[in-house]
Every structure is written in structure tokens, then in C-alpha cells.
């Protein structure tokens, strides 16, 4: 599965950004979702980097895999605006 999970990360573009499943903190109180966040290229580690959920929670650094169900309904209602200003980007 991780190995799918890099051949996966190695087809994306380092000039876009994506949308991701990512994994709630293990944190006491944290809601056990599946949340979404972008993940972007940083040049400067060579390296694919998650930042906050789409909600507005912190969440854990990297992707989950592709086809991880987001079961954050907050992240989900965000989907379709981030997926908008993602789809302009390529254009
Ligand atoms: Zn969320």
C-alpha cells in the first residue's frame, strides 16, 4: 500500500496542488474523521506537505491513501470551493 501510495505521488505534478484525505491528530477530544486538506510540492525538502484541514482543524502531516473515504462532513461541504480555485489554477 505505500508503495502505491509513492507510485501515486510520483505521477502528480510538483507545479499543482491537490486535494487529500488526511488524518485527524491523535489528540484526546479530536473528532475520529478522515479530514481534507491541500497538499502542495515544497521545493525546497522535495517533499509533499499537507497543512490544515479544510475545516480549519489541524491535522496530521502527509496524505492517507487516495481512495481513503473523507468522512468529515465539514471538509466535504469545502470540497467543491477548493476544487473550484484548483480546477482555475489549471486552466
Ligand atoms: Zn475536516
Known amino acids: 500500500m505505500t508503495d502505491e501510495g509513492e507510485a501515486e505521488a510520483t505521477k502528480r505534478d510538483t507545479s499543482r496542488r491537490y486535494l487529500v484525505p488526511v488524518a485527524r491528530l491523535?489528540?484526546?477530544?479530536?473528532?475520529?474523521l478522515v479530514h481534507l486538506s491541500l497538499c502542495q510540492w515544497l521545493p525546497r525538502v522535495e517533499e509533499w506537505a499537507t497543512g490544515l484541514a479544510l475545516c480549519g482543524?489541524?491535522?496530521?502531516?502527509?496524505?492517507?491513501?487516495?481512495?481513503?473515504?473523507?468522512?468529515?462532513?465539514?471538509?466535504?461541504?469545502?470540497?467543491?470551493?477548493?476544487?473550484?480555485?484548483?480546477?482555475?489554477e489549471l486552466a
Open 26 to 32: 491523535e489528540l484526546p477530544g479530536e473528532p475520529d
Open 57 to 88: 482543524r489541524s491535522a496530521e502531516q502527509g496524505a492517507l491513501p487516495e481512495d481513503m473515504a473523507v468522512t468529515c462532513p465539514e471538509c466535504e461541504a469545502y470540497r467543491p470551493k477548493y476544487q473550484a480555485v484548483l480546477d482555475r
